[in-house]
């Protein structure tokens, strides 16, 4: 079974920088697309960002494209979120994903960023 644990969340001043972490465990790492969602308050999740296997293809959303940077450490199992020049509309519950054959099998905990102006 899969585990992936969220961190480096929390508060930030808008246009600061925070760096989320997520530590993968229980799974072939390289068998997988991970990506990144969030939730803002009184919202749906929705996707922000995704990585293919290798870590030569990357997808954003259009919201955080030039801003955010996903990229993963295959030796490491690691995968991660530069976000930078943070709006208050970033501010939301960050969540993990692994996922395999277009199906997302397993999600973090989440971790909070909140943007203060």
């Known amino acids: 079974q899969g585990q992936l644990v969220e961190s480096g969340g929390g508060l930030v001043q808008a246009g600061g920088s925070l760096r989320l972490s997520c530590a993968t465990s229980g799974f072939t790492f390289t068998d997988y697309e991970m990506a990144w969602y969030r939730q803002a308050p009184g919202k749906d999740r929705d996707f922000v960002s995704a990585i293919n296997w290798s870590g030569d293809t990357t997808y954003y959303h259009q919201s955080v494209n030039g801003r955010f940077t996903i990229h993963r450490d295959n030796v490491k199992n690691m995968l991660y979120l530069e976000m930078n020049n943070l709006e208050l509309e970033d501010t939301a519950i960050y969540y993990c994903?692994?996922?395999?054959?277009?199906?997302?099998?397993?999600w973090g905990q989440g971790t909070q960023v909140t943007v203060s102006s």
């Open positions: 994903v692994a996922a395999r054959s277009g199906r997302n099998e397993y």
